[in-house]
């Protein structure tokens, strides 16, 4: 190949690194199919863009199934590792090294980062700069430290495949027995010495164990938390380190093997801060991992018998106003989180927080969130890392679904994708899920149905995997509404399925699972049914006091042709500022009921304003319907032109509502030839000298024209035309 370029029989090609965006294009394309988040950043980490890489990294994990098709969208299962080809290459690349370079690039391998002055401590530096020179080791400048790594992720991966076990074990050793003598630790360094320690063998203290052990959980390396902890309590059992067990393994959604730990945790507790962490916990598994709402409220009133100290007590209140507010009783919920926000117990206002942001906007109150989000993120910051207890990230997913609430659809997808990226690199999996489920709902809203299956599938996946059913059915009921207004009933009836099944009481946004009812009976050619699920919704809302929820029954009545009782379940709603949409809403409703064009003409632009797409477009090709009813051509023209633009960004949408006009915009043949001439750019006394015509008359045609395409210049002329052809 080299001679074929250089006799210039070929050109030659440069391949950079790809970006991230550039990866996952790549992917999405050789796969056919979309790609999990938390598997495009495995696979953008660890291939850095490097094309061949990347290429064996996928081929080794659809082999060994670490790389797996989830139902039209590829997940990672496990970890990644390089194959047996790539291995190859990289071993070509380390070929030739002396036995001073090898045993310090694998001090780097298991070590990485490695502060430079603890590896010459080891090895020399003179090893060190020659493999720096070869290109094969980095070294940078940490805050005061200067730190070693390989050039590229794969090496290391290659390097620590290919070292066999007797010298693993003994590197490990050697970078354990150098950290701990160093004078300069840092407090990282403390999880890297126990899994040398644990990867070694030999005797461990167990208070380093349980400190790692801590430090891995607080940075969502589950499995490794869970292994160190056990490591910890096979020494010497505690309550510290059966915490940490019994918070790993909930965390992973392994039910069973939680409440066994916390069983044998009771005898253990001496303290009321040990007793009220034991609820947390139990009462977590219960409701969301084993669906039984009266089991988490009974652990609640079994903690407030042997519980006296008033801080952790407080803490009860609020895991109480977390199960209220998700499950059937938003209402109850807010005022207990509310009542709570004040309290001096960090954990307290945590849980009241959660409850709060998330139970405002359902009530009609969204405006209010940001506060109790603000409130709840100065509280964690306060509390610094801890076991078993919401990730701050939750907080911010309430907060962008309160500002889509408000109609700032826009906005919440920015906060939702900022969060969604941070949680991926931060490897939050439980932020990255929520984020992906506030950013199907905010496309629901926007319209965009395939963004919104995207993002629901990409939940749903992580839900189902970790046992975490609750919210796994709030995105299964998203999957169905998208599909269902896609017409896809297939897709619509398995989702709905799969959520009946897990009949978890979790019942946030119940409402949806009403609309998704009535969705899908659409689809399905049921329209009676879908009007009694939609009535059984509001009924539903009403009962809740979920003002903004009901307002979306209510519309989907009115969009579905039943304007008579989307009247009927807007005089339910009592007056309050219930978010620009919701009033988008109910003005729509109140124009179709009076029949009055200029309401339901202001409610489509509002729609349009909002980003709420979908909603502008049936509107706007609705009031273009009416109009032409009336022989107002002119508006009917420029309400359809509207409707198309806004129908244009629902990809996929197949709504009763966004039924185009059958008929077309009948121009003369007069009106047509002088239209296609203005359209080109010629003035009307050009047109007038070629048709043999007046300027007055061609200026009378043009009129015409503008009037029956609901138009005002000849930009938008050109425009129309150029579509037309």
């Not at 989000?373 to 939750?394: D, H, K």
């Not at 879908?530 to 989907?556: F, I, K, N, Q, S």
């Not at 509107?619 to 509207?642: D, I, N, P, Q, Y």
Request: charged share 25%; glycine share 10%.
């Amino acid at each position: 190949v080299q001679s074929v370029w250089k006799n210039g029989l070929c050109d030659r090609v440069e391949v950079g690194p790809l970006d991230r965006r550039e990866v996952q294009e790549l992917l999405e394309l050789v796969l056919d199919g979309q790609v999990e988040g938390a598997a495009l950043q495995q696979l953008w980490e660890a291939s850095e863009g490097n094309l061949q890489y990347l290429r064996e990294l996928v081929l080794a994990g659809v082999d060994k199934g670490t790389l797996v098709d989830d139902a039209g969208m590829w997940r990672t299962v496990g970890a990644l590792s390089p194959s047996a080809r790539l291995q190859d290459l990289v071993g070509e690349r380390l070929a030739g090294l002396d036995d001073d370079e090898v045993a310090t690039l694998e001090l780097v391998a298991f070590g990485e980062p490695l502060g430079v002055d603890v590896l010459a401590g080891l090895v020399g530096s003179d090893a060190l700069v020659r493999l720096e020179r070869k290109g094969l080791i980095e070294t940078a400048l940490d805050g005061r430290r200067f730190e070693a790594t390989l050039a590229h992720p794969v090496h290391g991966e290659v390097v620590r495949e290919r070292t066999p076990l007797t010298r693993a074990r003994e590197v490990q050793r050697l970078l354990a027995d150098a950290v701990e003598s160093h004078r300069n630790r840092r407090r990282a360094d403390v999880l890297k010495v126990a899994l040398w320690r644990v990867e070694a063998g030999g005797t461990t203290s167990p208070a380093l164990l349980i400190e790692a052990a801590r430090q891995a959980g607080f940075a969502h390396d589950l499995e490794t938390a869970l292994r160190l902890g056990r490591a910890a309590h096979e020494i010497e059992a505690t309550f510290a380190s059966g915490q940490i067990i019994a918070d790993a393994l909930y965390s992973l959604g392994r039910s069973d093997e939680t409440e066994s730990v916390l069983a044998d945790l009771e005898d253990e507790a001496s303290d009321d801060n040990q007793r009220a962490t034991l609820v947390r916990v139990r009462v977590y598994n219960r409701y969301w991992h084993d669906s039984d709402l009266p089991a988490a409220v009974g652990v609640i009133e079994q903690g407030r018998r042997v519980i006296s100290d008033a801080d952790h007590l407080a803490e009860l209140e609020g895991l109480q106003a977390v199960l209220e507010v998700t499950s059937h009783d938003p209402l109850q919920g807010v005022e207990r989180g509310l009542a709570l926000l004040a309290e001096p117990y960090d954990r307290a206002v945590v849980q009241a927080t959660l409850a709060t942001s998330l139970g405002l906007p359902l009530v009609g109150r969204a405006a209010e969130a940001a506060a109790t989000v603000e409130i709840g993120i100065r509280a964690y910051s306060r509390l610094g890392g801890q076991l078993t207890l919401y990730e701050p990230s939750l907080l911010h997913v309430a907060e962008a679904l309160a500002v889509a609430c408000l109609g700032g659809l826009e906005e919440a997808e920015r906060l939702a994708a900022i969060g969604y990226e941070k949680a991926l690199i931060d490897d939050d999996a439980a932020g990255w899920a929520f984020f992906a489920q506030a950013r199907g709902l905010v496309a629901l809203e926007q319209g965009r149905l395939d963004d919104a299956i995207r993002w629901w599938t990409e939940a749903s996946g992580l839900f189902r995997f970790v046992n975490h059913h609750g919210p796994l059915g709030w995105s299964l009921i998203g999957l169905t509404l998208a599909h269902a207004m896609q017409g896809e009933v297939g897709p619509a009836d398995a989702a709905l399925a799969e959520e009946a099944q897990l009949a978890h009481p979790a019942d946030f946004h119940g409402l949806n699972r009403h609309r998704a009812r009535a969705w899908l009976a659409v689809a399905k050619g049921h329209p009676a049914d879908a009007r009694t699920h939609l009535e059984e919704g509001v009924v539903l809302a009403e009962g809740r006091g979920e003002w903004p929820m009901l307002t979306m029954a209510m519309h989907d009545l009115a969009r579905l042709g039943h304007v008579d009782a989307a009247v009927a379940a807007s005089a339910r709603i009592p007056e309050a500022d219930l978010g620009a949409i919701a009033e988008a809403r109910l003005r729509h409703v109140a124009g179709l009921a009076a029949g009055d064009l200029e309401v339901i003409g202001d409610a489509a632009d509002a729609f349009g304003t909002l980003g709420a797409r979908l909603l502008a477009a049936e509107a706007a090709f609705g009031l273009a319907a009416e109009h032409r009813r009336r022989g107002s051509a002119r508006e009917a023209s420029a309400w359809t032109r509207k409707a198309t633009d806004w129908a244009e960004g629902c990809r996929g949408a197949r709504t009763p509502g966004l039924a185009m006009p059958d008929e077309p915009v009948a121009l003369t043949k007069r009106e047509r030839e002088v239209a296609v001439l203005a359209a080109s750019g010629i003035t009307s006394k050009d047109i007038a000298d070629r048709l043999f015509v007046s300027v007055r008359t061609v200026d009378n045609h043009l009129g015409r024209v503008y009037d029956k395409l609901g138009i005002s210049s000849r930009a938008e002329l050109a425009e129309i035309m150029a579509g037309a052809s």
